[in-house]
């Protein structure tokens, strides 16, 4: 069974640090697309960061320049570094992967989710 597992989320005062993990577990064969949601109280569901089909980053206008998505395929995870944090940052944060789990069968997953709360 496939799963993606986050990590990394917490409190932090603004102006600081948090680096999310999301390790995608089980068995398959191959991950086309790895992304960040994020979803704060009273709003909608909104893409933070992505990698596009090219390999390509793309950033919500808000995270540009402060936040950096990297991935490392040889442990099948994806990171969300985010500096420079916000109040506005707060929200719960998602991981999102499109999986191939077998030769004709890719399908979207989404990770448990991690809350992120910037405050003094």
């Known amino acids: 069974q496939v799963q993606l597992v986050e990590s990394g989320g917490g409190l932090v005062q603004p102006g600081g640090s948090l680096r999310l993990s999301c390790a995608a577990s089980?068995?398959?064969?191959?991950?086309?697309?790895m992304a960040w949601y994020r979803q704060a109280p009273g709003k909608e569901r909104e893409l933070v960061a992505r990698f596009t089909n090219g390999g390509r980053t793309h950033y919500v206008d808000s995270a540009k320049g402060r936040f950096t998505i990297s991935r490392d395929n040889a442990k099948n995870t994806v990171y969300l570094q985010m500096n420079s944090l916000k109040p506005d940052d707060t929200a719960v944060y998602y991981c999102y992967a499109n999986i191939l789990v077998d030769a004709a069968h890719e399908y979207r997953y989404w990770g448990q989710g991690t809350q992120v709360t910037v405050s003094s």
């Open positions: 089980g068995s398959f064969f191959s991950i086309s697309a």
